[in-house]
């Protein structure tokens, strides 16, 4: 009787926490922006000081008037693709908590120190990328403090969770979206929800990655091996901010939200996306001038010729040949090549999974 009676309560207690949600809003703090329902608020993430130098990372935390999922949107670990960055500096002012079902926390700038120094790729306090160290750890560098505190106050504190990319400074790319199915099908589902939901019309099904908890590396990786559905999206291209390609990560952000129920209106999801099995990448063998052939988005056949390195001297010193037939998602943008960086991605159409 006893014990039936411990289950009861137990029962009431978990009942009063599943319709919570729909009834208690609380006030949601991420690092110093502690935002009401129905309020905004913003402020920084802090990492502190270490073996090098602290950091700090602007944080907006959006707080709906009615509680809800949480929804992380982080762009900038790489600061100059900018399409990324100025997509989510649109979704900060437009998004009205009085609309919000749920908390939307938004890191629009992670690599500060990439923006505003113009450094492509690596963040120049470290010269580490930091979208390769998560979970990332106490006593590394700037980059792996960073990771750590971005898994703590952000990743771990979300329902779902959205990674902006795109073409950095020397990279020209197509949109597309990276959809990585983890094998548990509910989680999956939701995901592969949110990729379509999104609205890029490739989709690069992304199944080779860690999936120890503390090697995950990449940011959307440790929230999917944390349970949490999340996709990376990527847009823009060589530090353009064309509105085409700011335009379909913001149109994407918001068709995301009304597919979670986080705000009303019919989401605009892609119907027919070109999905992707995998991506080839094609590196230089040889430093010297690139000259491309094709068009990012471009179609090559297997053993197509689609750039060349020269000398200084106009001497053809390496042929850049498809691996593999597929589709052009991104082509090195400027001249400079150095031996073993990348020429192109190649991505191979697959099936529909
Ligand atoms: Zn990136």
Redesign the pocket.
């Known amino acids: 009787m006893k014990r039936l009676n411990k289950r009861l309560r137990l029962s009431a207690v978990l009942l009063a926490l599943a319709m919570c949600p729909a009834v208690c809003a609380q006030s949601f703090r991420v690092g110093t922006a502690d935002a009401r329902p129905g309020q905004r608020a913003d402020g920084f993430l802090e990492v502190p000081a270490g073996v090098d130098a602290g950091m700090k990372i602007p944080v907006v935390v959006v707080n709906g008037a009615k509680a809800g999922p949480v929804l992380a949107l982080v762009a900038g670990?790489?600061g100059t693709?900018y399409a990324s960055v100025i997509a989510l500096e649109r979704v900060i002012t437009t998004l009205d908590p009085g609309q919000l079902t749920g908390t939307v926390v938004i890191l629009p700038l992670v690599n500060q120190a990439s923006f505003e120094q113009k450094v492509p790729h690596l963040n120049p306090a470290d010269g580490k990328n930091m979208?390769r160290f998560f979970p990332g750890k106490a006593d590394g560098t700037q980059t792996e403090r960073a990771s750590q505190v971005i898994t703590k106050e952000v990743i771990d504190r979300s329902t779902y969770v959205i990674d902006y990319?795109?073409g950095?400074l020397d990279e020209s790319l197509v949109p597309y979206t990276y959809w990585g199915p983890t094998g548990h099908a509910d989680q999956d589902r939701v995901s592969k929800e949110m990729a379509l939901a999104f609205g890029l019309n490739r989709i690069i099904i992304w199944r080779e990655r860690p999936t120890d908890p503390a090697a995950t590396r990449y940011l959307d990786n440790t929230a999917s091996v944390h349970g949490k559905p999340s996709i990376v999206v990527e847009a823009g291209h060589a530090g353009t901010t064309e509105m085409e390609d700011v335009g379909l990560l913001f149109n994407g952000t918001i068709s995301v939200m009304r597919t979670l129920k986080m705000l009303a209106g019919d989401p605009l999801p892609i119907e027919n996306p070109v999905w992707l099995e995998k991506t080839v990448d094609v590196n230089s063998e040889r430093t010297g001038i690139f000259y491309p052939l094709v068009l990012r988005g471009g179609y090559v056949e297997a053993g197509m010729k689609f750039g060349y390195v020269t000398d200084a001297f106009g001497k053809t010193i390496y042929v850049a040949r498809a691996p593999v037939a597929g589709i052009i998602l991104h082509i090195c943008a400027v001249p400079s090549m150095k031996q073993g960086e990348g020429i192109a991605t190649i991505g191979v159409v697959g099936k529909a999974p």
Do not use: I
């Open positions: 670990s790489h693709e979208n990319h795109g950095d």
